[in-house]
Every structure is written in structure tokens, then in C-alpha cells.
């Protein structure tokens, strides 16, 4: 996607591998005509749609139900200057189906903030992006980069 | 924001002190008529400001100069389950006087990536929002949302 900036462009079973790392990732959406960001809890389902969970009655579902949307995941390592980074982007919609809902609650996310009554939301992977930054260039522990300034 | 949904609001100050924490924040913006977020090195300016350092040519500034945008940043403890997340929302624009780019090279965010020829991006802090989650409900090491289900 940006193929002269450094970085290593990740295949798609690697970026859905290097996701389950992680137990939250950022769904981004429109907010009333405004991009929005917020960190959720999520895990991947079989077929590597990202799955939320959360309260039934928040402005984030309504805001992304039947939406497309992004959902990103990270890893920052700020001694090495390294990570990666892992987005998924597809249409988002609300679990339904009773019998789906009940397998969810089993073996979907944890939501590290239980609501009274909770929703599953499932991103399809339509789209899955991820790039790896291997490291900060260094020598001697001087950074090359601050001194080309 | 979310009000019934088990986090602590922020005010202003709180979160641009959090910001300063981290070296990496995650930009929200619109690429091909499709949400888009990208993780990219920044600090803050003394107004709060948000301040980004990335390759001229890149489809990032073309995407974002001149267009309202988000940037998050976050912490995410795993082991406590807790949290904070901040959002900035406003126009971003890249810097385009001379004086002002040679005070930011000296002065503004270090790139992992440097490139040979950068802008700066400032982002106006028009919107400031943050939460803090404190801690999952454990109680002798039994995470009572998943006791709940």
C-alpha cells in the first residue's frame, strides 16, 4: 500500500495469525458525519471475520450496524522502534440469529466491560491489510534517523 | 460519551498529559471513500495539537491535508484489563511555512521511518476525548464477566 516507506507488506493468513496476539483492536466508523475511533475487545472467527462484543444499547452499534467499517490491531514496540499493524475492513452487522448468539457467548470475545444485555457484531474480512516495521535504524545505540535530522 | 458502560470520562488536560505517554497513535481518515487507520509517530504541540511526521509523496498526506480527521492514541493493559484511549477530531493540515517546518524538525516527532524528503501534518485539537477503564471485576483471580457469561 505504501511500498516506499520501509515497511513489509503482510500476506492475509499472517495478519489474521499476528491479530490473535492481541485481545483489543479499534473499530473506526463515521459518528455523526465525524470519523470515530474506539478500542473493544474482539477474537476472529473461523473464516477470520473480527467479532465485538457489546452492550445492545450503545451508540456504537447503531452507529455501525449494516456500516463498513475498519478495525484495526497493533503491536508497538517503542524500544526496538518496530511493530506491526493489521487492518480489516467489510460491512459490520449485528448477530441475529438466537442459536448463533448463544455459540458466541461461548466461545466469542470476553468483553473486559460486561453489559447487562450484550451484542455480538461481526466485521467481514472483506478487505485484510497489515504491514510490519522490523526496526528502527540504529548503530551503536545512535539513531540515524535524529542525526540525519 | 458512553456513559453507562462501565469507564471514566476525561477531561481535556487529562488527555493530552496521556498522549505524551505513548510514541505512536493510530490516524482515522477517509481513503478511497473507505474508512482508513494508520499507526504514525507524533507528539504534541504546547496547544495540544497533534503533530505527525511522514513522507511527502505519501498517500497518507494526500488523503488527510485539508480533511477532518481523528487520532487516537491508547494503552491497553492486558493483565489488569484496564485502559485509557484518547481521541483528538479536527482538520488536519500539512506545514507549509518554512520556519515553522525547520522548528518542527528540530523540535517536532522523531519518524521510524524517516524519509528523504517529510512534511509535517498538524492536526487542530478541535475535539478532545478520552476514557480510562480501570480494571476488569476479578475477585480471587475469577474474572466474574466470563462467571456472568
Known amino acids: 500500500m505504501y511500498p516506499d516507506d520501509g515497511f513489509?507488506?503482510?500476506?492475509?493468513?499472517?495478519?489474521?495469525?499476528?491479530?490473535?496476539?492481541?485481545p483489543v483492536g479499534r473499530i473506526v466508523f463515521t459518528r455523526r458525519a465525524l470519523p470515530a475511533v474506539l478500542p473493544v475487545n474482539f477474537c476472529l472467527d473461523?473464516?477470520?471475520?473480527?467479532?465485538?462484543?457489546?452492550?445492545?444499547?450503545?451508540?456504537?452499534?447503531?452507529?455501525?450496524?449494516?456500516?463498513?467499517?475498519?478495525?484495526?490491531?497493533?503491536?508497538?514496540?517503542?524500544?526496538?522502534?518496530?511493530?506491526?499493524?493489521?487492518?480489516?475492513?467489510?460491512?459490520?452487522?449485528?448477530v441475529t440469529d438466537p442459536a448463533e448468539h448463544e455459540r458466541l457467548t461461548r466461545v466469542g470475545p470476553v468483553s473486559w466491560v460486561p453489559a447487562q444485555r450484550e451484542v455480538f457484531v461481526r466485521v467481514e474480512p472483506e478487505l485484510v491489510t497489515g504491514r510490519e516495521l522490523?526496526?528502527?535504524?540504529?548503530?551503536?545505540?545512535?539513531?540515524?534517523a535524529a542525526a540525519d535530522g
Open 134 to 144: 522490523v526496526g528502527g535504524r540504529t548503530l551503536y545505540g545512535v539513531n540515524l
Open 8 to 22: 513489509r507488506e503482510l500476506g492475509r493468513q499472517e495478519c489474521l495469525r499476528l491479530m490473535t496476539q492481541v
Open 46 to 94: 473461523a473464516d477470520g471475520a473480527v467479532l465485538l462484543r457489546t452492550a445492545s444499547a450503545s451508540e456504537l452499534v447503531r452507529a455501525i450496524d449494516g456500516a463498513v467499517v475498519a478495525f484495526e490491531a497493533d503491536h508497538v514496540d517503542a524500544v526496538r522502534q518496530a511493530g506491526w499493524s493489521v487492518v480489516v475492513t467489510g460491512p459490520a452487522t449485528v
